[in-house]
Nanobody, 121 residues
Framework: QVQLVESGGGLVQAGGSLRLSCAASGNILSINDMGWYRQAPGKQRELVATISSAGNTNYADSVKGRFTISRDNAKNTVLLQMNNLKPEDTGVYYC???????????????WGQGTLVTVSS
């Protein structure tokens, strides 16, 4: 079974920085896309950034120029460097991966448990 474990959330003042990391574990042969989504209180989950196995990136307009996503395919990890954080960046950040291939198995997508990011004004 494939699992995603996030780390790096916390409380930070507006203008500060945080780095989120996510590691995929299990019997993994390949992961196509990895990314980060977030859910603010009372709102739907939304895309923050994604990165393909080839390194192609996609960002939500609200984070362009402030957040940077990167990945290490050999280690099955994805990072999200968040700079110049704003109170509206507050939410639970979820790591996502998929499709994920393993020996005899295929997962359309896998989600982490989430890590809380709180940005104070």
């Amino acid at each position: 079974q494939v699992q995603l474990v996030e780390s790096g959330g916390g409380l930070v003042q507006a203008g500060g920085s945080l780095r989120l990391s996510c590691a995929a574990s299990g019997n993994i042969l390949s992961i196509n896309d990895m990314g980060w989504y977030r859910q603010a209180p009372g709102k739907q989950r939304e895309l923050v950034a994604t990165i393909s196995s080839a390194g192609n990136t996609n960002y939500a307009d609200s984070v362009k120029g402030r957040f940077t996503i990167s990945r290490d395919n050999a280690k099955n990890t994805v990072l999200l460097q968040m700079n110049n954080l704003k109170p509206e960046d507050t939410g639970v950040y979820y790591c996502n991966a998929g499709p994920v291939s393993g020996p005899g198995r295929w997962y359309r997508e896998v989600w982490g448990q989430g890590t809380l990011v709180t940005v104070s004004s």
